[in-house]
């Protein structure tokens, strides 16, 4: 049974940098069928994806978040990681990292999740 | 930026048919997947490829697609069934390849 686990600071000071990491169990990340995701819902609202990350470290970004998101992958670890530039309280949101499956349109859905953490944008 | 719209609620009473709408230009050539989100938990897939259910999702649920708009059913609702519901798929030209529905909180009277 493949497990997700995020971790990260929940607190971050305004024009900082948010980092998350999450780290894959029962299953390896560099399996090569799987795109491994970013996926935030502020409290009380709904998804909005990220981007994903494949095991050799191509990358996808959710247009509207591009300038500021980079994702990146530690095989020997399990592990991909997120990193949110120039946060403000809009940012404020609890992030899921998720396993993704691309259909043959090339759109991925996804299959596991983590429980998620929630990130805390303040001074 | 394309969007998908969902009913911000649907309200059944148990043992009765919740239908879940979707709406989106581009369902026609993309295919939809359905979240299930109880409070506090992270969303689990109930449908995917339009009407696909994968293992341990009960048999209850089911999906449907026609023309512009995709609906997620759910046959002799049970309390447990209480949740948020997300429709996610695609616009057609590659720029959004993730797109969420802004969710559906089903009640269940």
Not at chain 1, 7 to 34: A, E, H, N
Not at chain 2, 74 to 91: N, R
Request: proline residues 6%; hydrophobic residues 30%; aromatic residues 12%.
């Amino acid at each position: 049974q493949v497990q997700l686990q995020e971790s990260g600071p929940g607190l971050v000071k305004p024009s900082q940098t948010l980092s998350l990491t999450c780290t894959v169990s029962g299953g390896s990340i560099s399996s090569g069928d799987y795109y491994w995701s970013w996926i935030r819902q502020p409290p009380g609202k709904g998804l909005e994806w990220i981007g994903y990350i494949y095991y050799s470290g191509s990358t996808y970004y959710n247009p509207s978040l591009k300038s500021r998101v980079t994702i990146s992958v530690d095989t020997s670890k399990n592990q991909f990681s997120l990193k949110l530039s120039s946060v403000t309280a809009a940012d404020t949101a609890v992030y899921y990292c998720a396993r993704g499956i691309l259909d043959t349109a090339m759109v991925p859905y996804f299959d596991y999740w983590g429980q998620g953490t929630l990130v805390t944008v303040s001074s | 930026s394309y969007e998908l719209t969902q009913p911000p609620s649907v309200s059944v009473s148990p043992g009765q048919t919740a239908r879940i709408t979707c709406s989106g230009d581009a369902l026609p050539k993309q295919y939809a997947y359905w979240y299930q989100q109880k409070p506090g938990q992270a969303p689990v897939l109930v449908i995917y490829k339009d009407s696909e259910r994968p293992s341990g999702i009960p048999e209850r649920f089911s999906g449907s697609s026609s023309g512009t708009t995709v609906t997620l059913t759910i046959s002799g609702v049970q309390a447990e069934d209480e949740a948020d519901y997300y429709c996610q798929s695609a616009d057609s030209s590659g720029t959004s390849p993730v797109v969420f529905g802004g969710g559906t909180k089903l009640t269940v009277l």
